[in-house]
């Protein structure tokens, strides 16, 4: 059997400019960066914090490597839970505020980790409708019934929580959306959820490290506890710019992911060096705040910038602001246009997001300075005068 169907497939993604390339990057994470062999200002990494190319991030890495070695070796259950993990898992509980953090090789494996641990067949979720795709794919592999509500409408999800009958009920939902950059509205959803008896999940990937107190996520810029949200996921591989990630919560609540979450109990553990890295991230986090105190003042020259051009910025008070295009093609020519000009920007398409909801990405960081931001909105300004004029409002 060939693959000729296959290939008709992708050719028909190319013509709908919904074909994904993958470029090589040939230099570490930052605001300057080599790609395919050519140098860009970019504005597209989840480096939220500048931490990738942290000098003491990377020192903590090779001492964790010397001391440790590379591998994990084994799952945590069997022979690779190591001293580094469990360091890391102990100063993630107190900075969060929990009794106990259990470490997950990916944000990925976290979020079906703790869904397909915690729910059955004779279990509901309902999951907002602009979740990441590994909530909703961890949603649809439990086995519960699957229910989505309106993004970010409360009275939606009370309509649908008033009519299971599931034994277990699971609100799911993300912190900052990763394509709107938007938060969710915690206070309301955890009241929605606890008149029901259910619990909620919050995936805080693109809000730990960023907002809340210290860089303490969505759930502590809320004044929330772990009775409001009792299951808290957060990344290590944006803000803190490592890898991995982390379930938090109380104590009944890790040991049973330690017995239930597949994705836990049949991986090898993460390297202990990237524990040690992460571990030096953290103590970085919780030093200088001038780093979020900057992204910040970015942030509001960015979207101050952008209102004076005409631009359709998103609602966000997040390092994350896109830019609203409409189509895709638009979206394309757009990035192609900033890329002629040194300034890399990922076009993000279907089925990533809606269809004729295209747009930019743009991703600031604490590393990014004024005049780079600045020169980001010089040369938005170039390529819409130039006649694309699809990104106005």
Not at 43 to 57: I, K, Q, R, T, W
Not at 156 to 171: D, H, I, Y
Not at 264 to 273: E, G, H, L, V
Not at 299 to 313: D, E, K, M, S
Request: hydrophobic residues 40%; proline residues 4%.
């Amino acid at each position: 059997m060939s693959f000729d169907q296959l290939q008709a497939a992708l050719d028909q993604r190319e013509r709908d400019a919904l074909y994904r390339r993958r470029r090589v990057l040939d230099s570490p994470q930052g605001p300057e960066v080599q790609v395919d062999g050519k140098r860009y200002l970019a504005f597209c990494s989840n480096d939220y914090l500048g931490l990738a190319n942290h000098p003491e991030v990377i020192r903590a890495l090779r001492e964790g490597a010397e001391r440790y070695g590379v591998g994990g070796g084994a799952s945590h259950l069997v022979n690779g839970h190591g001293r580094a993990h469990h360091e890391l898992e102990e100063a993630l509980a107190e900075f969060t505020g929990r009794e106990r953090v259990l470490l997950f090789s990916t944000g990925y494996m976290a979020n079906l980790g703790a869904i397909n641990g915690l729910l059955g067949k004779a279990d509901a979720i309902f999951q907002d409708r602009l979740n990441h795709a590994s909530l909703l794919d961890a949603g649809l592999l439990s086995g519960a019934r699957f229910q989505r509500y309106l993004h970010n409408d409360v009275a939606s999800l009370e309509q649908r929580l008033a009519r299971t009958e599931g034994r277990r009920k699971l609100v799911v939902t993300d912190g900052v959306f990763s394509m709107d950059g938007d938060l969710a509205p915690l206070p309301a959803l955890s009241a929605a959820t606890r008149a029901q008896g259910g619990w909620l999940m919050v995936d805080d990937a693109h809000g730990f490290g960023c907002i809340g107190r210290g860089g303490r996520g969505i759930v502590d810029h809320f004044n929330l506890g772990t009775d409001e949200v009792p299951v808290l996921v957060g990344t290590l591989g944006k803000a803190f710019g490592t890898s991995g990630a982390f379930v938090a919560g109380s104590s009944a609540l890790i040991e049973t992911l330690i017995q239930f979450a597949r994705t836990y109990i049949y991986t090898t553990s993460m390297p202990p060096a990237v524990a040690c890295a992460s571990l030096a991230s953290l103590r970085l986090l919780e030093r200088d705040d001038w780093r979020r105190e900057h992204l910040n003042a970015l942030i509001g020259r960015f979207r101050a910038g952008c209102q004076q051009l005409g631009l359709a910025l998103m609602d966000s008070p997040t390092p994350i602001q896109p830019i609203l295009i409409g189509e895709a093609d638009a979206a394309m020519a757009i990035s192609a246009g900033l890329e002629a000009r040194g300034i890399f920007v990922g076009a993000i398409r279907p089925p990533t997001v809606p269809a004729g909801s295209a747009r930019l990405r743009v991703t600031l960081s604490a590393s990014h300075s004024e005049a780079q931001v600045d020169e980001l909105l010089d040369a938005l300004g170039q390529v819409i005068g130039s006649g694309l004029h699809g990104a106005h409002a």
